[in-house]
């Protein structure tokens, strides 16, 4: 069972990291709809302004509280999150409100030992109602994918890309039903699980750059496209050591090594968007977006490979 202390803590470290997540979901939704699915932008945009609102009431309790590890992990918020969500306001008329990053770059690690039942009660508020919002979206984007896959709706964002966002919400939701069950985490099995599907998520973002490159591009789309085909095989390859053919920290090395040449390569394209100098049709805040589940999934091996 988890210690009220370390109840807090996890909670709002993955509210963090999950909650700017979604928000931002919402709006690459919001953003991909077209004039006469007004319904579906309103809808989208409700969402966003509900996960701002709840990402600032995180925001206010979480200093002192978080660990150092989670805010210089850079998963939070990048060098580049600020100036990414500038933009991507400035493209599509949408108000980010870029106050809560500002709030965000001046949190600090924690100083909290003292068991608080006050802030106990609060956050466990706060995961209930994360978990009401994260179904909410749940099940407008399996609305939304329904009917791309039934040509009923037309939008700029890949069918996989829908299907990659709603792995990602239904990861979230699970992981907030257990911390409110105070589950402590099975690190091996944790491991598996994990390396499994961000290995998947790594290797689709490879695939969405390459695919929203200009095709002039070439040695972007090239680079792009052999992480794609790297992270498939490591998916395979961390797939097998489940069945216990491979010892999970070799597979951990390997996940590790492609992780942090896909962060380099989403850190210089990111920077490469925000400076306008590549060709494409990427939002500024997607690649921004990636860059922080690439920074994310490397503090996930870290931990991993210290605990094999």
Known sequence: MLSSIEFIRQSLELHLFFVRIMKEHSFFLQIGFVGKDSDFIRKADTLRMEFDQLLEEIISISNGVVSDD????????????LKAEMASSYFTG????????????????????????????R????????????????????????GIIQCKIFTNNYPLLIEHILREATLYYKLIERLQNHED??????????????????AEHSK??????DPTENELIDIANKFGNEFDNLTKETMKAIDMTTPLSEITENNLK???????????????????????????????????????????????KTKN
């Open 123 to 146: 956050v466990f508020m706060i995961n209930k109602k994360a978990m009401e919002l994260v179904l909410s979206l749940v099940q407008f984007k399996s609305c939304v994918l329904s």
């Open 185 to 202: 985490m099975n690190f091996e099995k944790e491991a598996y699980e994990q390396e499994v599907f961000w290995n998947r998520i790594m």
């Open 258 to 304: 492609a992780t942090k040449k896909i962060k380099e390569f989403k850190q210089q394209g990111t920077q490469g968007l925000v400076e306008c100098k590549i060709k494409s049709i990427i939002i500024p805040l997607l690649g921004d977006h990636t860059l922080r589940e690439a920074n994310h999934y490397l503090r996930l091996l870290e931990m991993f």
């Open 208 to 213: 969405f750059i390459r695919g929203l490159l």
């Open 94 to 121: 949408v108000k980010i409100p870029t106050n809560l990053t500002k709030a965000e770059s001046t949190l600090m690690g924690y100083d909290f030992k003292r068991s608080n039942s006050m802030l106990e009660e």
């Open 70 to 81: 989670i805010l210089q992990s850079e998963e939070v918020i990048t060098p580049f999150t």
